[in-house]
């Protein structure tokens, strides 16, 4: 079962409803009981970053997702800003994320870039490309995709091998990104169509 965490600052109806689309029963999770229940986790969110982990941890469940991600070792699927809070800061805030995967959020800088035309948020769909094929989440999807974005600031991650997809907006920046059994999206999968429905019902069934 697929639970959605609803901690005050997720687009958690959108969510539910493309996983009601591809056949899956979601919960939304309110409380730490909630995540006890589930074998996946959805973390979505919106806004800014210290917001998120405030209110993330005001919930009561984050003692219960770290136990559902390091000591089950069960799926976790960060989601815009959610993916965001699964690095250990972020140039918008003061607080700290969630530490599991190594990287740090940064704001879109084009000051090196001779051409004017970039403006942030990056919004809108773009073209995204996998770079590790083979994990299990993007296996049976085409290299290159389009998913719709909507934000400012992206991950710069510690290595290479964290990176599970990369799309250029000036320059290319992680567009996912993985850590065993975490996943992160920067982009919306359930603003993305049937692409992003391929990405959420591989959550559902393959991993």
């Given at each position: ?18 996983l ?6 979601p ?11 589930a074998?996946?986790?959805?973390l ?18 984050l ?34 994320g ?17 051409s ?22 993007v ?13 400012s ?7 290479e091998e ?8 000036g ?14 999206f ?6 993305s ?5 391929t990405l959420?019902?591989?959550f559902?069934?393959?991993l």
């Amino acid at each position: 079962m697929i639970a959605v965490i609803d901690y005050g600052v997720g687009n958690v109806g959108s969510i539910i409803n493309m996983l009601k689309k591809i056949g899956d029963t979601p919960i939304l999770a309110k409380n730490a009981s909630d995540i006890k229940k589930a074998d996946k986790l959805i973390l979505p969110g919106v806004g800014s970053f210290d917001t998120g982990m405030r209110m993330l941890r005001e919930s009561g469940m984050l003692d219960e997702i770290n136990n559902h991600v390091t000591i089950k070792e069960k799926p976790l699927l960060g989601i815009c800003l959610g993916m965001q809070m699964l690095g250990r800061q972020s140039e918008e805030g003061k607080l700290k994320g969630l530490s599991y995967i190594p990287f740090d959020n940064v704001k879109f800088n084009f000051d090196s870039l001779e051409s004017k035309e970039y403006k942030t948020p990056h919004m809108g769909w773009n073209v995204v490309k996998n770079t590790i094929c083979d994990d299990l989440i993007v296996s049976n999807i085409d290299t290159i995709q389009r998913y719709y974005f909507v934000h400012s600031y992206h991950a710069l991650c510690d290595k290479e091998e964290n990176i599970l997809m990369k799309c250029k907006y000036g320059y290319e920046f992680a567009a996912a990104v993985k850590h065993n059994n975490v996943y992160g999206f920067q982009f919306h999968p359930e603003k993305s169509h049937k692409f992003g429905m391929t990405l959420l019902e591989n959550f559902a069934r393959r991993l």
